[in-house]
């Protein structure tokens, strides 16, 4: 029987958008080594004071403690590996830092000589170079150019002698050299890709990107590996999957391009022409890891997943100080992190003492997720001494500093996760480990060159600043999402819409097709909408949201599935300005003419 009501009765409904909570971008990551707490699990403090009564001395109370000189409170997430005892100091391997492009190449008969791979010598070390077969190659013995004789394979050998600080060392590069009688893109444009090296290395237990491409032309790459048995390759990315010991030999093959061409920075169309398709190879080395510190650190990443179920929420900014400089470390870390959405903040050895070292180093890890900082700062320490220490822990606390719009700075009204890192000064920072010259107009001076080189630096202007806008991506990746900043706007924005359509999931997606703006769908689209458009002014220059029918045919509506388009443009850091200063002589006969009148 019906409910009888003699009476009046109001039932509420809510209609239109809802609120959208922004992710938090300044929440920082720190792995690293603490006395007393346990390891392999997850903390959250916001200040010095409690981390110290949980970590105790070690690296992750030192990393905290100088990022809190930039935030007094800040959301660190901190992973503890072990103690300082647990892993004894595995010296550096001593080699020369000589690297090639490539670990093989076609030659042909019909071009002549020619230098095949490009050899990175910044030492200037004798090089003395012999092939293995001269009936199908030979090769100048000082130069490395190679002369093709006859179809076939032949085997480059090229012999760095260099001083490893005891004696002198013969360390052997090998490259192949296959030999065709003519050219099939004879006319087009050299593709000017090069891998970060010709050999590379990946530790079973673990994903990783253990080599960097750099493709200036933007060639479709596809991966590839000769031996399935040793690991997998993702043909998008050439992110490696160890499954055994091993060795073998990994390939990119880089697309054509036709009547390729591009806008310089003047606006000017600038046309390249054909470029012929490359093939690109390097040697893979998959072993255990014999680092006690390096294998911690595998084997923590993953809980960098785990975060926001347990807190709520998930580090932005990332860094191992101690850890990631180490070889493939940051290969490791960058794929552990490439759903989840964050950056991390690295060093390099303290064997690289020129950019043009930093430079090489930098070009295995290239990413749009990495932000390396060369040379290391000087700071003060816990006794108030003078010490040598990481970059990354001084650099993740101004990327904080910036984001919370905590730097007192004038010049714009309000700072976010959409402003650059670059030119703010850094609160604990006393100089540079490595002195180098900038002087602002001149392209070529230290700083300039490790901007452009996709690294970020120290520079004294009123205070030591960081100087530096592009991730390691840069200039490989030259597009939009090079700039850190842009980078990390996407992440937040994007991750933010996500969260808010969790609460949608699952709800009839339309029940009334006259009143669509207050249907599931239509308040979807009318959130997302609200929340860009409060974004531009900020953290954004434009936004848009539209459904589109042809996204969506009626196979996706009947399993439920929706696609929505928008369009978002985070706002670029002005990093470079140009003036044009003209004398104007005709000014002395307007003044003489002012003082007669």
């Known amino acids: 029987m019906a409910e009888l009501l003699h009476g009046i009765r109001t039932i509420e409904s809510l209609t239109g958008p809802i609120s959208v909570i922004e992710v938090a971008s300044s929440v920082i990551g720190v792995f690293g080594t603490s006395e007393l707490a346990e390891p392999m699990q997850l903390y959250h403090t916001n200040n010095y004071d409690d981390a110290k009564k949980v970590f105790g001395q070690g690296s992750l109370l030192n990393a905290i403690r100088r990022v809190h000189n930039y935030v007094p409170s800040n959301s660190i997430i901190s992973i503890p590996l072990g103690k300082d005892s647990d892993f004894p100091e595995v010296p550096e391997p001593v080699t020369s830092g000589v690297t ?26 004798p090089v003395v170079y012999s092939s293995d077969n001269e009936d199908i190659a030979t090769v100048d013995a000082d130069t490395g150019v190679v002369t093709p004789v006859a179809e076939g394979v032949a085997n480059i050998t090229a012999t760095v002698t260099f001083n490893d600080g005891e004696a002198d060392v013969d360390e052997a590069h090998v490259y192949s050299i296959t030999v065709a009688q003519t050219n099939p893109d004879a006319g087009k444009i050299v593709s000017p890709a090069q891998l970060g090296d010709s050999i590379a290395t990946a530790f079973l237990g ?23 048995a040793i690991a997998l390759v993702d043909s998008a990315d050439g992110t490696v999957s160890p499954l055994s010991e091993g060795q073998a030999l990994v390939t990119v093959t880089l697309s054509p391009r036709s009547d390729y061409r591009y806008t310089d920075d003047d606006g000017n169309e600038v046309v390249i022409g054909d470029v012929a398709g490359a093939t690109l190879t390097y040697v893979l080395t998959v072993s255990k890891v014999s680092d006690a510190l390096l294998a ?12 926001k179920q347990k807190f709520g929420f998930s580090s932005k900014i990332n860094m191992a ?10 290969g490791l870390a960058v794929s552990a992190i490439s759903t989840i959405r964050g950056i991390w903040v690295g060093d390099m050895p303290e064997t690289v003492s020129t950019p043009e070292e930093a430079y090489a180093w930098k070009q295995k890890y290239t990413s749009q997720r990495s932000y390396v900082g060369w040379p290391r700062p000087k700071i003060l320490d816990e006794s108030g001494a003078t010490v040598v220490d990481w970059y990354a822990p ?80 840069f200039p490989d990746k030259s597009d939009y999402l090079s700039f850190l900043s842009v980078r990390r706007t996407c992440d937040i924005i994007e991750e933010s819409i996500e969260d808010v359509t969790r609460q949608f999931l699952d709800y009839p997606m339309f029940t009334s097709p006259t009143d669509i703006a207050n249907t599931t769908c239509g308040r979807v689209k009318d959130t997302v909408n609200d929340y860009l458009r409060s974004k531009e002014g900020t953290a954004l220059v434009y936004s848009s949201v539209s459904i589109d029918a042809g996204d969506n045919p009626l196979t996706n509506l009947m399993q439920g599935k929706i696609k ?31 003082l007669i009148a």
């Open 100 to 125: 090639f492009s490539s670990s093989s190449a076609s030659l042909f008969i019909d071009d002549g000589a020619t230098l095949p791979i490009t050899i990175r010598n910044l030492h200037a070390y």
């Open 564 to 594: 929505y388009h928008y369009q978002m443009t985070p706002p670029v850091p002005m990093q470079s300005v140009e003036y044009e200063a003209e004398i104007y002589v005709e000014g002395l006969e307007n003044a003489f003419n002012k």
């Open 394 to 473: 001084s650099l993740c606390g101004l990327i904080a500093q910036v984001d919370r719009n905590q730097t007192g700075q004038t010049i714009v009204p309000e700072t976010g996760y959409w402003c650059s890192p670059s030119n703010y000064v850094m609160a604990d920072v006393l100089g540079p480990s490595i002195e180098l010259d900038y002087i602002p107009s001149d392209p070529s001076c230290d700083v300039n060159y490790l901007n452009v080189n996709g690294i970020t630096t120290l520079m004294n202007h009123g205070g030591w600043k960081n100087f530096g806008n592009y991730s390691t991506a």
């Open 296 to 307: 911690a650190f595998m084997q923590a990443l993953p809980l960098l997943r785990k975060a």
């Open 321 to 330: 100080p101690g850890i990631l400089h180490k070889d493939g470390a940051m």
């Open 206 to 228: 673990a994903n990783s990107q253990p080599n960097g491409l750099s493709n200036p032309y933007e060639q479709t790459a596809v991966w590839s590996i000769d031996d399935e």
